[in-house]
C-alpha cells in the first residue's frame, strides 16, 4: 500500500475523455497529475514564476503549451479570439491527448474554452454551457457568456486526428 496522497488541483474536472479542467497545479498535485499520464498542458494565463512546475512538466516528458492572456475580470481586459483559436487547435489534435486546460484558478479562462469547445465542437445549447460555466465561475461571468454566445471561427484541422467527440461538420 502506498502512503502517497492524490490531491487534484483546484476545480479540476473531466472535460471529455482524456481533456482535463483546473486550476493551476501546485507541488502537491504532482502524484495526482501523474496518474493522468498527461501529454499536454495547456496554460492560459499571464503567471510565469512556476519554476518547480515547469521542471515537474519537464521531468515527466509533458508538453508545455503557455498561451499569454491577462484574466479578462481585470478592467478593460477582454477574452482574446486568437488565444482561444490556437487552444481549439491544440485540442483537435488527438495526438495531444491526453491534455490538462488550466489557468490560475481554473475559473473564467478555462471556462470560456470548455464552452467554445462544447458549442462549436460538441453541439451543446447554451443553456448546458452556461450552466456549466457558472458551476465553476460562481456567477461572475456575464462578459465571458457573452463571448462564448458570439465567438464563431473558421477551423483548419486534419479530420484524421480529430477526437471522436468532434460532432459538428469541419469541411
Known sequence: MSDT????????????????RSGHPVPKNFPFLKTLKLKTVIYIGDKEDNYEYYDFLKQEGIEFKYLKMK????????????IMNDALSIILNVE???????SNKGK???GVLVGI????????????IFTEY????????????????????????DRNKLP????????
Open 117 to 128: 469547445l462544447r458549442k462549436l465542437l460538441q453541439g451543446w445549447s447554451l443553456t448546458g
Open 96 to 102: 495531444n491527448y491526453p491534455i490538462l486546460i488550466h
Open 5 to 20: 496522497i492524490y490531491v487534484p488541483p483546484l476545480n479540476f474536472a473531466l472535460v471529455e475523455d482524456k481533456i482535463y
Open 71 to 82: 484574466s479578462p475580470k481585470e478592467p478593460f481586459v477582454m477574452n482574446d479570439p486568437k
Open 108 to 110: 473564467h479562462r478555462v
Open 134 to 157: 457558472d458551476k465553476y465561475a460562481g456567477g461572475k461571468g456575464e462578459s465571458d457568456m457573452e463571448f462564448i454566445e458570439i465567438f464563431e471561427t473558421k477551423l483548419e484541422v
Open 164 to 171: 471522436f467527440y468532434v460532432r459538428l461538420d469541419t469541411t
